[in-house]
């Protein structure tokens, strides 16, 4: 039977999941992220939680503590002692009730799946990553003093006491001696599990303003946390372009901006490289994420872009995500593009119109809601 303190601590992180959940596309539309820590869990800020509490009512005569003090006045101790105003001064406004909670992966994973209705995601291609464990499933006769066994030590003890005729019924003492120690023992097991890798592409000329970035910032960390329930493990790759492309770090990603015009085909063909180099379709579970305002060079680029996706990319992905984030400098001409080629209906394509801040959680929806 559970502890009380253990029911009461299951029931508090039910509210607290519950309350998380109520403001999750307040969370999301505001661009709050949970932070990370070493251990991974997730510190996600949310209101303070209203506990019952004591609530007094009007003055009565004749309870202890009731009389007529004014404001002001001493209270006297229990050996007469008068006491001492506080010191400090008084703050303005309301206190900060924000609280910080910490949640696993998955909590939070279950949380956003919960809100969103999403599937699990079936993987493809074969288990490539190897995962060891270790497992404590027996007992050995010899170890180290941490993982001594206790239990079966004196158990061992008392059948050889037993067995010698030592064992005295009226002075039960049990005394192990070195052969007696037992010890868990692990045993070593290797699972594969499936691979997966997230290539993200972003369109940084000058059209793609911080607002953009900072949606698309937003929506590709809960991409990510969704991604990282699924699979044991993922990588992640980041390709920036202009007219030109090129891989940098997550930092580098968000951060930059350029001027220049728009080739979106510079940044297909680097990740059609990337694919062909690094990730065998038979062996890995990839997922290419391209944003932009929409706008691109020219008819025959977009006529190129549709020639990779279609002969490369699409052929070796789950499935290909455009996500197009409105912009007042973008035509939005390359969604319009997509979807006469592959509708709305496409298994192995995913468009998404990305207005604004609070149209990510639909967006989350549509590129993870295939559950592919």
């Known amino acids: 039977m559970d502890h009380p303190i253990k ?32 251990d991974g869990s997730y510190k996600i800020p949310m209101p ?20 007529d003090g004014q404001p002001g006045d001493p209270v006297e101790g229990q050996e007469g002692e008068q006491g001492q105003p506080g010191q400090g001064e008084a703050g303005e406004g309301e206190g900060n009730k924000e609280l910080e909670v910490e949640l696993s992966l998955d909590e939070l994973a279950q949380i956003l799946g919960e809100e969103l209705s999403l599937p699990n995601i079936e993987p493809k291609g074969n288990k490539t990553m190897a995962s060891v464990s270790e497992k404590y499933s027996s007992i050995g006769t010899v170890g180290p003093d941490s993982l001594k066994h206790f239990k ?94 090129k891989e940098v770090d997550e930092d ?49 680029d977009t006529k190129l872009c549709l020639d990779i996706l279609d002969n490369d990319i699409i052929p070796a992905s789950n499935v290909f995500c455009y996500g197009q984030v409105e912009s007042r400098y973008g035509s939005g001409q390359f969604y319009k593009d997509l979807h006469g080629r592959y509708g709305e209906d496409s ?11 609070e149209a990510i959680l639909d967006s989350i929806k549509d590129f993870l809601g295939k559950g592919k």
């Open 7 to 38: 029911r009461d601590h299951n029931r508090f992180r039910k509210i607290v999941k519950g309350r998380i959940r109520d403001n999750l596309k307040k969370y999301v539309s505001n661009g709050e992220m949970p932070a990370p820590k070493g």
């Open 252 to 300: 580098t990603f968000f951060r930059t901006r350029e001027s220049g015009g728009t080739l979106i085909s510079s940044a297909f063909k680097l990740c059609r490289e990337i694919i062909q180099s690094d990730y065998n379709p038979d062996d890995w579970n990839i997922y290419p994420f391209h944003f932009s305002d929409g706008d691109n060079w020219s008819t025959d």
């Open 152 to 245: 079966r030590s004196y158990r061992e003890a008392l059948k050889r006491q037993v067995a010698t005729g030592t064992y005295d019924d009226k002075n039960p003492i049990i005394i192990p001696i070195k052969s007696d120690m037992r010890y868990r023992s692990s045993s070593t097991s290797i699972e594969y599990e499936n691979s997966a890798v997230v290539i993200y592409m972003m369109d940084v000329s000058g059209s793609m303003g911080d607002e953009q970035k900072e949606i698309v910032r937003t929506e590709s960390f809960w991409i990510n946390l969704w991604l990282k329930s699924q699979y044991k493990d993922i990588e992640i790759r980041y390709i920036i372009h202009d007219a030109t492309a």
């Open 347 to 357: 298994e192995d394509v995913t468009l998404s119109k990305i207005k604004n801040k």
């Open 48 to 67: 303070s939680i209203d506990t019952p509490r004591f609530k007094f009512g009007d003055k009565q005569q004749g309870g202890v503590g009731q009389g």
